[in-house]
């Protein structure tokens, strides 16, 4: 019978290994207790039981104090057993520690398993303990985020604070970003950084010494685990980080993007480019446009810890990351740039689709971002000579525009005149402005001497600009090169928005969006 059946399970096994099985016996009555024999906080005070039968008593006696503890003063028992796994969400199993023997190149020190390093059975348990309560599933977007997309390799990024507050705050979500699902506020960086802000500073004033630490595991064999980033942070040094981060994304001109409504049928709108959480700049720094930004292609080359290094390093390690980024910005995402400029001086929507959408509205604040880092700010770079070409294509564009309203009908060639000159002008400014003085000229006698109603004095105004930006450019020396830094500033300058462009009738600049 069924008695039977548990006296085999307990005490025979076929095959080579025995199967493993949890036998819990419950109280006929358990109302005196507040949760039932199989409940998670049951498990954790029953191997905490189990340890204090191993740890040594008081009474026991050695001839030195260090020989009784481990390498993090707890006691030294049991020091030859495997440290335990701990099931995390999407990694799986992850064994805290493996050092075989059976590794030659693991004994380059001249020891390996337990010997390398001394870790009794209540430091393991404590460290699996730990890892369990911060992997919770209930903790997702506060303590802990899948960040697998980034690179196509299972990874979670770990971020909590040192001292265990009653509310998790949402470090985690700070960096790799929140679900629109799941935050109230429109998971918007912003909001995310003022709630973790508030958390964090009661926290701090309860337990001054708190810190925030963060690391990232992966698993690029699907196997082995390794530790891709770790760190410690001040409190001080993260919510410090997350006002400078807000204040560098701001770091551009007046810029808007246009976007398609919500839902279906509602109007088009011009939308403020978003503050990107560390983790989208990643994946925007991962992400090729070609055809005319239309088609996205992946190309891994940054992980989360270079989000995580323009968030929070300082000096030389920041000025490396972000001199990578801001190249690597501008060859992935050149033909996406001039694509959103053709369109927008058109009054267009320019569609990239579900999976990319968000892009569109992240790369201006991502240029300003490592501007910011590399200490180019908008106070001075928008007085700049790329700052100023790329404001003078852009108005060439307007006024081409406004051209083909008045002569061709509406007919718009496919690339307007200072688009196609963008790509010269990022190598060569000089002999792009010297193109743009002699192709410019059909369209300049027109809104001299065209007469008539608001097509008109929008066309004279953007003529108006152009003059003006011109004699801005007249005593400045253009550079024969351009750097990245200078690209990056030219970008912006295309992108900047006109105050009188006019908002035309909006419609799609292509029938489809963006494929993956």
């Not at 992997?135 to 997309?149: A, I, L, M, Q």
């Not at 001086?345 to 999976?355: A, D, F, I, S, T």
Request: proline share 6%; charged share 25%.
């Amino acid at each position: 019978g069924l008695a039977a059946d548990w006296f085999d399970v307990l005490f025979f096994h076929s095959g080579k290994k025995a199967k493993r099985w949890s036998l819990i016996a419950e109280l006929a009555d358990r109302s005196a207790f507040a949760y039932p024999a199989n409940h998670e906080r049951v498990q954790v005070w029953m191997n905490s039981r189990f340890q204090a039968v191993d740890e040594p008593s008081e009474q026991t006696t050695s001839n030195s104090q260090n020989e009784q503890a481990d390498a993090f003063a707890k006691p030294a028992i049991r020091l030859d057993e495997s440290f335990p796994s701990v099931r995390l969400p999407v990694l799986g199993n992850v064994i805290l520690r493996s050092m075989s023997s059976e590794s030659p190149c693991q004994r380059r020190y001249g020891f390996a398993d337990s010997q390398s390093c001394r870790v009794g059975q209540v430091s393991r348990q404590d460290m699996k303990n730990a890892l369990e309560w911060i992997g919770h599933p209930d903790r997702r977007e506060k303590t802990w985020c899948d960040v697998s997309s980034l690179n196509s390799v299972s990874g979670l990024l770990f971020a909590y604070p040192s001292q265990k507050p009653e509310v998790a705050p949402e470090l985690a979500g700070l960096i790799v970003g929140l679900d629109n699902e799941t935050d109230p506020d429109g998971a918007k960086f912003e909001a995310c950084s003022a709630r973790v802000t508030t958390s964090l500073t009661t926290l701090s004033h309860e337990a001054p010494s708190t810190e925030v630490r963060v690391f990232v595991l992966t698993k690029p064999d699907g196997f082995r685990t390794k530790v891709l980033s770790s760190g410690r942070y001040s409190v001080e040094r993260l919510l410090t980080s997350a006002k400078e981060w807000k204040a560098c994304c701001r770091n551009i001109p007046s810029i808007l993007i246009r976007q398609f409504g919500a839902k279906k049928g509602d109007k088009p709108y011009w939308a403020e480019p978003f503050i990107p959480y560390p983790a989208e700049v990643v994946s925007c720094l991962n992400t090729a446009w070609e055809r005319s930004g239309t088609h996205a292609e992946q190309v891994p080359g940054f992980g989360i810890g270079d989000g995580l290094g323009l968030l929070l390093e300082e000096g030389v390690v920041l000025k490396a990351i972000a001199t990578r980024a801001i190249r690597t910005l501008i060859t992935n995402s050149l033909t996406l740039v001039l694509a959103l400029g053709q369109a927008h001086r058109q009054g267009l929507v320019h569609p990239l689709g579900k999976k990319y959408g968000k892009q569109s509205l992240l790369l201006p604040s991502i240029f300003g971002l490592l501007l910011a880092k590399l200490d180019r700010l908008k106070g001075e770079f928008m007085k700049g000579p790329p700052f100023l070409v790329g404001r003078l294509l852009s108005l060439a564009d307007q006024l081409h525009v406004q051209y083909c309203h008045g002569v061709r009908k509406g007919q718009v060639p496919p690339q307007l005149v200072g688009n196609a000159l963008m790509a010269t002008a990022l190598e060569q400014p000089t002999k792009a402005v010297a193109m743009l003085s002699q192709r410019i000229l059909p369209y300049q006698a027109w809104a001299r001497t065209v007469q008539g109603g608001d097509e008109v004095r929008l066309a004279k105004y953007f003529l108006g600009e152009l003059g003006r930006v011109s004699a801005e450019m007249k005593d400045i020396v253009l550079p024969s090169t351009c750097g990245d830094a200078e690209k990056a500033e030219m970008l912006l300058g295309y992108l900047a928005r006109s105050e009188k462009e006019k908002d035309s009738e909006p419609k799609s600049s292509t029938s489809e969006g963006a494929s993956a």
